[in-house]
């Protein structure tokens, strides 16, 4: 503790612990427990073979540990060597945001008698890893462990959805349907909390609300979904709104320009709202972390709603949640799992400009803005982690190495950081909704950021692997 006070971070331990029934499993216990309470990397070597005495046997069981997380072990009884790497800032950053630690760091006497020997170590060329950088940091990869997460996931989103329509004692939820992804989480969140509160389905009111850009594909879906569940479905066209509108504040209807497209999102929100208002409902939000991150939002649009449910939730996240609902109903309800398979094959869009001639979407985000893969990870190395923009671009070329060049890469990475830090004033006034994981970027959660911050020192240290 004293030495992980002082400033150290990589802690080695010489031990001569006997090896017996168990004792592997209890030290690797302890070296976790110890690793991430310190934010620390431990490297533990233990007596081997040939050093056996009389009574006792030693194994030579030797760990690497960071951070709470085992990341080489060698086997028992062999003299294999063990090695890896250790990200030093990552522990870094994690003892910067640990309240306790600071604390601790704080009434501790780090002056305390060490000793600190300095030694050189340039490094002129570009290593390479040894760890696996995963593609998408929010889910584990293992399938069963996925599973977990989203059955976890969709009870904290539930849970959270009943405790506030208890407290305001509401009955009955509005969802603005689109046959996307992220209404469609909203609605199955929406369901499985009627569920728990013992309500009726039919007082979920999902409502689809074409218009310009709508396709028969998403909107079948929403309908199909909502009747899956017994919901109350309607369809409102608000396509005469819209156009009343842009006679109102004189737009011309060809003019496909921004506010071509917000007018139609915020028409869809006033709708709800106001439908709400009239039925006594609770307007059940659909945008998730991923918009959010990147200001991908209409302001006082999509962007604003009673509850959002997914504010928490990245959208490569999302994905496996609906995919596990999928999964879960497959044999009961293949009609439904169909359904929801076809929502997870249809392109992410915001559905506001016109289709293509054969009736399919024209406009779709991730041509735009970028993957949605690409930008969850940048999101998780950057808020969850606060690495910086050149060491998240590294750690992206090995993660997604054979399926985005260096240029494209840089490219969206660059756009992240750009909208990340200029959109900050849509999330200063996003609405309640619950904390799902490590990244929430609520103004009364995790992120405190002023809505003016300045890109141009972030977009310099990215710059810089280009140098």
């Known amino acids: 503790m004293d030495f992980a006070l002082a400033g150290c971070q990589i802690l080695a331990t010489l031990s001569s612990r006997p090896y017996i029934v168990g004792s592997t499993e209890k030290t690797a216990t302890l070296l976790s427990a110890q690793s991430k309470k310190l934010h620390a990397a431990y490297i533990y070597a233990n007596a081997g073979i040939g050093e056996s005495t009389t009574d006792l046997v030693f194994a030579g069981t030797n760990f690497i540990y960071e951070n709470g997380k085992k990341l080489s072990e060698s086997r028992p009884f062999s003299d294999e060597a063990i090695y890896t790497d250790l990200d030093l800032k990552l522990l870094s950053g994690e003892r910067l945001?640990?309240?306790?630690?600071?604390?601790?760091?704080a009434n501790s006497a780090t002056d305390s008698d060490f000793d600190i020997v300095t030694f050189p170590m340039d490094l002129n060329e570009e290593l390479s890893l040894i760890r696996k950088v995963p593609k998408n940091p929010f889910a584990p990869e293992?399938?069963?462990?996925?599973?977990?997460?989203?059955?976890?996931?969709?009870?904290?989103?539930?849970?959270?959805?009943?405790?506030?329509?208890?407290?305001?004692h509401s009955k009955k939820v509005i969802v603005g349907l689109s046959g996307g992804l992220d209404s469609t989480l909203a609605f199955?969140?929406?369901?499985?909390?009627?569920?728990?509160m013992g309500l009726p389905k039919s007082d979920i009111h999902a409502i689809t609300m074409p218009c310009f850009g709508t396709t028969s594909r998403t909107k079948n879906n929403s309908i199909e979904l909502a009747k899956a569940y017994g919901a109350k479905i309607d369809e409102i066209s608000i396509k005469d709104s819209v156009i009343q509108h842009f006679k109102d504040i004189g737009h011309d209807i060809d003019n496909?320009?921004?506010?071509?497209?917000?007018?139609?999102?915020?028409?869809?929100?006033q709708l709800l709202m106001d439908l709400g208002n009239d039925e006594g409902s609770l307007v059940v939000g659909t945008g998730d972390l991923s918009e959010l991150a990147l200001g991908w939002a209409t302001y006082n649009g999509d962007h604003m709603s009673m509850y959002a449910v997914n504010g928490s939730v990245p959208k490569t996240l999302i994905r496996h949640v609906v995919a596990y609902e999928a999964d879960r109903v497959e044999k009961t309800q293949p009609e439904l799992s169909a359904v929801l398979r076809d929502i997870l094959a249809t392109p992410v869009s915001p559905e506001l400009l016109p289709p293509t001639e054969n009736g399919t979407i024209s406009q779709k985000t991730e041509d735009l803005v970028g993957p949605y893969e690409l930008h969850d990870f940048f999101l998780y190395?950057?808020?969850?982690l606060g690495f910086a923009p050149s060491k998240i671009y590294r750690l992206a070329k090995v993660a997604?190495?054979?399926e985005y060049d260096d240029d494209t890469i840089y490219k969206w990475e660059e756009k992240f950081i750009t909208r990340f830090l200029t959109?900050?004033?849509?999330?200063?006034?996003?609405?309640?909704?619950?904390?799902?994981?490590?990244?929430?970027?609520?103004?009364?959660?995790d992120l405190k950021?002023?809505?003016?911050?300045?890109?141009?020192?972030?977009?310099?240290?990215?710059?810089?692997v280009r140098e």
């Not at 945001?97 to 760091?105: L, P, Y």
């Not at 199955?188 to 728990?196: E, N, Q, Y």
């Open 97 to 105: 945001r640990d309240d306790a630690w600071r604390t601790d760091f």
């Open 423 to 445: 959109q900050q004033f849509k999330r200063s006034c996003m609405p309640d909704g619950p904390k799902v994981g490590s990244v929430d970027l609520s103004p009364r959660g």
């Open 400 to 402: 997604f190495s054979g």
């Open 449 to 464: 950021m002023p809505s003016d911050a300045a890109t141009k020192v972030w977009l310099d240290e990215l710059r810089s």
């Open 142 to 168: 293992d399938p069963k462990e996925i599973a977990e997460r989203c059955e976890q996931i969709l009870t904290i989103q539930a849970m959270s959805l009943v405790t506030r329509m208890n407290h305001i």
């Open 188 to 196: 199955l969140v929406s369901a499985r909390a009627f569920d728990i």
């Open 256 to 269: 496909h320009n921004v506010a071509y497209e917000n007018a139609q999102a915020r028409e869809r929100t």
């Open 381 to 384: 190395y950057f808020v969850r």
